[in-house]
C-alpha cells in the first residue's frame, strides 16, 4: 500500500500530522466496530484491515520521534502490522505442532483497546514488535482449539476436570515452538561479550525471588541453578541451601530464557547484586537483585523442536484419556 493509498482511506491530507492521523484512525476503526455500531464480525474484520494497514503505513514517518513507546524504551507494544493480512513477515517455524493467528488491536477514539482481531495466520515465530499479551492469547486459543477438538470427537457434554490445568501446560509449551529464545537472548541482553572461543556470553539483571524466609547474600556471592520444576529455575547458595527462583524485571524473559534451562540449552553464571530492588519494604524483602550471564550450549535445536511435539502429544492425550494424574515435569 502507498501513502497516498493510506492517506485515501483515512481521509487526511498529504500534510496531515501525527495527531490528526492518530485521532483519524480511533474514529475509523470505532466506527467499524461491532460492539458500537453493529456491524457483522466479518464486515469489521475486513474494514479494520484495510483501515490498520493505512495506519501503519503512515505512521512510519513518525518512526524516530521522541514519543513512542521504542524510544522511550518500553517493553511492551501495539505496533499495526507491517503487511496486509496474510502476509506477515516473520520467520517461520515449519516443525511447529499447529498454526496460530497473528493478533492485533482495535482502539477507540480516547485510545483504549476495543479487543483484537487476526490479520494473519501460520507458524510464524514471535517477533518484539508483535504486542506479546496479544501472542499469549493467539497461542491461547491455539490450546484451545486443540482441546475443543477431542471434547468434540469424544462427544464430551461437559470437559474433564483438569482442562484449566492442561490448558496452561499446553499454552506453555507451544509457546515455546513459535519463540526462538537464542535469537532472542541477543536482543534482550544488556550487553554481549565473547568468550575465550569467539562464542557470545550474555548479560542481562534478573532476581531471586525466595520461597521461604529471604537470606542476606554479599554482593558478588555466588548462586548455582538447583533444577527446573514447574518452569521455574531454582537457585541454591554454595552451602546447597535452595533460596528460592530465578525471576526476571521483564515478563517475556520467562519464556525466552527459561526454556533455555529447561531443554539444557544454556549454561549460567549467577551472582548477587549490589544493589536491592528498590520497592516497597513488604515486597523487596522477597527479591535479591542479580547479575546473570548465560551461553548457549550446542545442543541440536531439531532434538528439542521433536521433544516438544513429543511433549505436546502426550499432554493431549493425557486429555483425551480424561486422566486427573499430575502433568509430568520436562
Not at 517493553?75 to 492485533?104: F, V
Not at 491461547?140 to 457434554?157: H, N, P
Request: glycine share 6%; proline share 6%; charged share 25%.
Amino acid at each position: 500500500m502507498t501513502e497516498r493509498e493510506a492517506l485515501k482511506i483515512l481521509e487526511l491530507s498529504p500534510d496531515a500530522g501525527e495527531r490528526e492521523i492518530k485521532t483519524k484512525y480511533r474514529q475509523l476503526i470505532r466506527q467499524v466496530h461491532p460492539d458500537i455500531h453493529g456491524s457483522s464480525e466479518e464486515r469489521y474484520t475486513r474494514h479494520a484491515q484495510r483501515i490498520n494497514h493505512a495506519y501503519a503505513v503512515l505512521k512510519k514517518r513518525f518512526a524516530g520521534n521522541a514519543d513512542t513507546p521504542q524510544a522511550r524504551g518500553k517493553t511492551s507494544s501495539q505496533s499495526p502490522a507491517k503487511k496486509e493480512a496474510g502476509a506477515w513477515s516473520a520467520p517461520i517455524n515449519s516443525h511447529a505442532y499447529t498454526e496460530r493467528e497473528i493478533l492485533h488491536y482495535a482502539e477507540d477514539s480516547n485510545g483504549s483497546a476495543l479487543g483484537s482481531f487476526p490479520i494473519a495466520r501460520g507458524k510464524y515465530l514471535w517477533k518484539t514488535d508483535e504486542d506479546f499479551p496479544l501472542f499469549l492469547l493467539s497461542v491461547y486459543q491455539c490450546g484451545k482449539e486443540l482441546l475443543d477438538e477431542i471434547d468434540l470427537e469424544f462427544r464430551r457434554k461437559e470437559p474433564p476436570t483438569n482442562r484449566r490445568q492442561i490448558h496452561g501446560e499446553l499454552t506453555y509449551l507451544l509457546a515455546q515452538q513459535f519463540i526462538d529464545g537464542t535469537a532472542l537472548l541477543k536482543e534482550f541482553a544488556r550487553s554481549e561479550t565473547p568468550d575465550s572461543q569467539g562464542n557470545p556470553i550474555f548479560y542481562m539483571p534478573a532476581m531471586l525471588e525466595f520461597s521461604g524466609s529471604p537470606t542476606c547474600l554479599k554482593p558478588g556471592e555466588q548462586l548455582s541453578p538447583a533444577g527446573v520444576k514447574n518452569h521455574r529455575l531454582y537457585l541454591k547458595n554454595q552451602a546447597g541451601r535452595v533460596l528460592g527462583y530465578l525471576s526476571f524485571p521483564d515478563d517475556r524473559l520467562y519464556y525466552i530464557a527459561i526454556p533455555l534451562f529447561e531443554h539444557k540449552m544454556a549454561l549460567v553464571k549467577i551472582q548477587a547484586s549490589e544493589k536491592q530492588p528498590q520497592k516497597k519494604k513488604r515486597t523487596a524483602a522477597r527479591y535479591q537483585n542479580l547479575h546473570l550471564w548465560i551461553k548457549r550450549t550446542d545442543r541440536d535445536i531439531h532434538s528439542v523442536v521433536e521433544s516438544l511435539n513429543l511433549r505436546i502429544e502426550r499432554v493431549l492425550k493425557q486429555y483425551q484419556q480424561g486422566s486427573v494424574s499430575p502433568i509430568r515435569p520436562l
